[in-house]
């Protein structure tokens, strides 16, 4: 069994924090993008909505969408 000098392993203990530096950068850089794609899903969805709600008659699936829109502006206001 080979035993590793002290500055093998202070090598070794530093490419893992170098590593570890990284990874937390890369998952840092994922949750903002999955963040980023669920708030323009939202926008999407709301300018879908107020495009829809614009071209309808009043009746049962007006007062839904609306309903949603307003859903929808609830949980945008609160990020």
Same mark, same amino acid.
């Given at each position: 069994?080979? &035993? %590793? ?5 202070? &090598? *070794? /203990?530093? /490419?893992?924090?170098? #590593?570890?530096?990284? %990874?937390? #950068?890369?998952?840092? !850089? =994922?949750? =903002?993008?999955?963040?980023?794609? $669920? %708030? ?5 969805? &709301?300018? *879908?909505? #107020?495009? =829809?709600?614009?071209?309808? /008659? $009043?009746?049962? =699936? &007006?007062?839904? %969408?609306?309903?949603?829109?307003? #859903?929808?502006?609830?949980? !945008?206001?609160?990020?």
């Amino acid at each position: 069994m080979t &035993k %590793l000098g002290n500055s093998s392993a202070g &090598k *070794l /203990t530093n /490419t893992f924090f170098e #590593q570890r530096g990284r %990874l937390t #950068q890369s998952i840092a !850089l =994922r949750k =903002r993008f999955i963040e980023s794609a $669920y %708030l323009n899903q939202m926008r999407s969805e &709301k300018e *879908l909505i #107020q495009s =829809r709600i614009e071209a309808m /008659t $009043y009746g049962c =699936r &007006k007062a839904f %969408l609306a309903a949603r829109l307003k #859903q929808l502006n609830e949980e !945008l206001s609160k990020r």
